[in-house]
C-alpha cells in the first residue's frame, strides 16, 4: 500500500530549464493537491484538481502547470524554472467528502 | 484570503510535560481546522481535526479546542515523549470536502528525555 508517491525525490535544475513533478495515488482518491513548502512559510497550495478532468488554481500558481492525467495522476510542470522555485513540493490526495489530506514524501527541488 | 498565525515557532519541553500550540485565523468562514505532524524527511501528517460546530476534541495525548468567536484554535499534547518530537502545522480550510488548506508557519517541537 504506497498512498502517495512522488518522483523524483531530488532534482537540480540550471535557470531557465523545464521539468515536470509526477504524483501518484493508489487510495481511489478524487482529488489531488500540489503544495510548496519554504522555510518557515508553511505549506501553500499551488494547484488543485477536485476530480479528473478539473484543475483549478491554489494561491500561488504563477511559473507553473497542471496535468490530470488520470484519477491516479496529477502532474506539476515548471516550463522555465526560476531560482524563487526552489522548495520542497508536496503532492496530497483526498477522498471525495473528506477533508482529510494524505501526503506524499516531497520532492526537493533546487534551482540554481 | 485567509491568513494563519502560529505560535510559538519552536517548543521544548521535559518528556512526561505538556505542550500547547496557538494558531488564530482571519477568516470566519473557515470551518475546518486540521493539525498535521511532520517528522524529518516525511510529508505532513495528519493527527487530529475539528470542524466549526465542535468546541474540543480529544485522541488519547492529543486534543485540540476551538474558540469561534476569537478566531482561534489550540493542540494539546499530554504525557509528552521523545517520539513527539516534529513539526507540527495547523491549518484552516473554508472549503467542506476538500484539503485546500491554508496553513500556519509550523511549530518545532522538542522532547528532551
Known amino acids: 500500500n504506497a498512498g502517495v508517491t512522488q518522483t523524483p525525490k531530488f532534482q537540480v535544475l540550471k535557470t531557465g530549464q523545464s521539468m515536470t513533478l509526477q504524483c501518484a495515488q493508489d487510495m481511489n482518491h478524487n482529488s489531488m493537491y500540489w503544495y510548496r513548502q519554504d522555510p518557515g512559510m508553511g505549506l501553500r497550495l499551488i494547484y488543485y484538481s477536485a476530480s479528473e478532468g478539473t484543475t483549478d488554481k491554489g494561491e500561488v500558481p504563477n511559473g507553473y502547470n497542471v496535468s490530470r492525467l488520470n484519477k491516479r495522476e496529477f502532474s506539476l510542470r515548471l516550463e522555465s524554472a526560476a531560482p524563487s522555485q526552489t522548495s520542497v513540493y508536496f503532492c496530497a490526495s483526498s477522498e471525495r467528502g473528506r477533508d482529510e489530506a494524505f501526503f506524499g514524501q516531497g520532492t526537493r527541488l533546487t534551482v540554481v | 484570503g485567509e491568513n494563519v498565525e502560529q505560535h510559538p515557532s519552536t517548543l521544548s519541553v521535559q518528556e512526561g510535560d505538556s505542550a500547547v500550540i496557538k494558531c488564530t485565523y482571519s477568516?470566519?468562514?473557515?470551518?475546518?481546522f486540521p493539525w498535521y505532524k511532520q517528522e524529518l524527511g516525511k510529508g505532513p501528517q495528519l493527527i487530529i481535526d475539528?470542524?466549526?460546530?465542535?468546541g474540543e476534541k480529544k485522541d488519547q495525548r492529543i486534543a485540540v479546542t476551538l474558540n469561534k468567536t476569537a478566531k482561534h484554535f489550540s493542540l494539546h499534547i499530554t504525557e509528552t515523549q521523545p517520539e513527539d518530537s516534529a513539526v507540527y502545522f495547523c491549518a484552516a480550510s473554508k472549503n467542506p470536502g476538500y484539503s485546500t488548506l491554508t496553513f500556519g508557519k509550523g511549530t518545532m517541537l522538542l522532547v528532551s528525555p
Open positions: 475539528i470542524r466549526s460546530n465542535v
Open positions: 477568516d470566519s468562514a473557515s470551518n475546518y
